[in-house]
């Protein structure tokens, strides 16, 4: 796919969350300058950024790929998969992936057989291909779980929850941080998964909304986000 000039920022974000690799360490200026020319970051967000770009510029590969590896591998509290945040273990989770695969499919990105396709660089690889408007509708529906990551991030002191504090300052609505950002234990899955469980959520034909219709997917996810603000009230 072919991303709208207007978007290239997506595709910079979704490449700073990749497995470091010495490709990736090699574009770090190319990622960066992208993210400038566009505008779309925050002034203070892409502050933050810059620690974690000068970071995959300099320090050693094995380093990056270790501390990655221990971020987002070890534990399932930093999981870059969209649905471990909304549905954890329970089996509506399934029925997100189709559909999310098949949102996907509508737009012109197919998955490939081996890839999850509620992976967050994927997401917003598929975001970066997207009308801006479309993009950032999608993008304020999972910014309660960008808000979860960033506080878990911060609180690890990595440098990684810049890029979800980027990504929310694109987004067009504050998000709300749910309660599950405030449990003690580091893995008490019952606890998060009962703290994303999903409301029993009614499909029907979606309304036209950005140029694509709001399917199950979208649903989904405002149903979490509203489970998120009530659990914050």
């Known amino acids: 796919m072919v991303a709208p000039l207007s978007n290239r920022t997506f595709k910079a974000l979704s490449a700073l969350l990749s497995y470091p ?17 566009e505008g779309l970051v925050s002034d203070e ?9 000068a970071d995959l510029a300099t320090l050693d590969l094995y380093d990056l790929q270790e501390r990655y590896v ?14 471990e945040h909304i549905h ?7 029925q997100a992936m189709v ?17 999850l396709p509620d992976f967050i660089p994927l997401f ?25 990551l960033e506080e878990r991030l911060a609180k690890r002191n990595a440098g ?33 998964d009962a703290a994303w469980e999903e409301t029993a959520v009614a499909f029907g034909p979606g309304n036209a909304t950005a140029g694509c219709s709001v399917d199950r997917l979208r649903i ?6 509203r489970d998120a603000r009530n659990n914050a009230a």
């Open 21 to 37: 690799t010495e490709e990736l360490c090699a574009a770090i200026p190319e990622i960066a300058a992208a993210i400038a020319a």
């Open 45 to 53: 967000a892409g502050k933050h950024l810059q620690l974690l770009l």
């Open 70 to 83: 221990e971020l987002f591998d070890k534990t399932r509290r930093h999981s870059l998969h969209l649905f």
């Open 88 to 94: 954890g273990e329970s089996r509506d989770r399934g």
């Open 99 to 115: 559909d999310l695969v098949e949102h996907y499919r509508r737009g012109g990105l197919l998955v490939a057989a081996n890839e």
């Open 124 to 148: 917003l690889e598929f975001l970066s291909a997207r009308p801006f408007e479309e993009a950032r509708g999608l993008l304020d529906e999972t910014a309660h779980i960008f808000s979860l």
């Open 160 to 192: 990684y929850a810049a890029v979800f504090t980027a990504l929310r300052s694109i987004a067009s609505v504050p998000a709300v941080v749910a309660a599950a950002a405030e449990i003690g234990e580091p893995d008490d899955l019952a606890a998060i």
């Open 220 to 225: 989904q996810m405002r149903a979490a986000n």
